[in-house]
């Protein structure tokens, strides 16, 4: 069974950084890429980052562009968001996502980000 499950959520005040992992089971990782998401209270999910489809590059929602970083640990069966300089904005839920063959799209349960003062 495919699985995804996000942790390293927190609250942190505005400026700070904080790193989410996405450990992933049930899967050969190395074939696949995970995105991350977030949803804020009362909005649509919305596309963080991600690879291409070849991993070669990543790519950035403008919010996050030179903010967030996407990254991944195969060792681990791991993708990585470091999120630096957050912002009140960047409040919400997080979650990765992927895709394994005709299983798509797969989601974690996601972990909560909390910018506050």
């Known amino acids: 069974q495919v699985q995804l499950v996000e942790s390293g959520g927190g609250l942190v005040q505005p400026g700070g950084s904080l790193r989410l992992s996405c450990v992933a089971s049930?899967?050969?990782?190395?074939?696949?890429?995970a995105s991350w998401y977030r949803q804020a209270p009362g909005k649509e999910r919305e596309l963080v980052a991600w690879?291409?489809?070849?991993?070669?590059?990543?790519n950035y929602a403008d919010f996050a562009q030179g903010r967030f970083t996407i990254s991944r640990d195969n060792a681990k069966d791991t993708t990585y968001l470091q999120m630096n300089s957050l912002k009140l904005e960047d409040t919400a839920t997080y979650y990765c996502?992927?895709?394994?063959?005709?299983?798509?799209?797969?989601w974690g349960q996601g972990t909560q980000v909390t910018v506050s003062s």
């Open positions: 996502m992927t895709c394994v063959l005709d299983n798509c799209p797969v």
């Open positions: 049930g899967l050969r990782f190395s074939e696949i890429f």
């Open positions: 690879f291409s489809h070849n991993g070669d590059n990543r």
